[in-house]
Structure formats: C-alpha cells, structure tokens
C-alpha cells in the first residue's frame, strides 16, 4: 500500500474513533436528554447506528483533511511560512491628493 493512503487512512480511522468517543461521551452523560430519548424510541438501535456512522464521517473527514493539509508543510524549517514574516507590514510613502473643492453636477433637462 502506498505511504500516502496508509497516511490517510490511519487519520480516518484515528478520526472515526475520536468522533465514537465523543458520541459515548455524549450518551454517558446523557447531555440535553440524548440517550433518554434514543432508549425511549422503539427504533432506538437505528438512531444510534445513524448517529455513529455520522460521527465517523464528520471527525474521519477532519482528521484526513488535516493530514492532507500537513503535507505541504517544510520539515526543514518547522512548517509553513515564517509567521514573522507574515506579520511585517510594508512601509510605502503615500502622497495625499490636494484637497478640491465639491463640485456640483448640473444636469440638463431637469
């Protein structure tokens, strides 16, 4: 397998199992009556089966996209452009316009 879809599947399947965490997390502790809910429904198997292929899509989603993002990054020089260069503003000399006065526009026919 090549070196790049190792890359991103092992971020995907890192991402899967954070967003699972975050899903048993959130049923554990039953926030905004959650896991009531999805107990009380007769399809209640189906809810959690929709709600944990929606998290493994959402948080495997990120985790790839930020592998992807990760690549372009220079090892040599810690990633990416320096921010201090991002941060410097240039300095050009601006001539101001004179000052005229407001003229106003006379239209014919009015």
């Known amino acids: 397998m090549p070196p790049l879809v190792k890359l991103i599947l ?4 890192v991402g899967t199992l954070a967003g699972w965490t975050l899903l048993a997390g959130l049923l554990a502790s039953d926030v905004a ?5 999805i107990q009380a429904s007769p399809d209640g198997a189906l ?3 929709m709600l944990a292929l929606f998290f493994a899509v959402t948080f495997g989603s990120a985790a790839s996209g930020a592998a992807i993002i990760s690549l372009g ?4 020089r ?5 921010r201090l260069t991002m941060l410097r503003f240039a300095r050009l000399p601006v001539a101001a316009p004179a000052r005229r006065r407001a003229t ?6 009015l």
């Open 33 to 37: 009556g959650l896991r009531s809910l």
């Open 10 to 13: 092992g971020h995907v399947v």
């Open 78 to 82: 810690g990633g990416g452009r320096n």
């Open 47 to 49: 809810a959690i089966a």
């Open 104 to 109: 106003l526009l006379r239209l014919r026919g």
């Open 73 to 76: 990054r220079d090892s040599d």
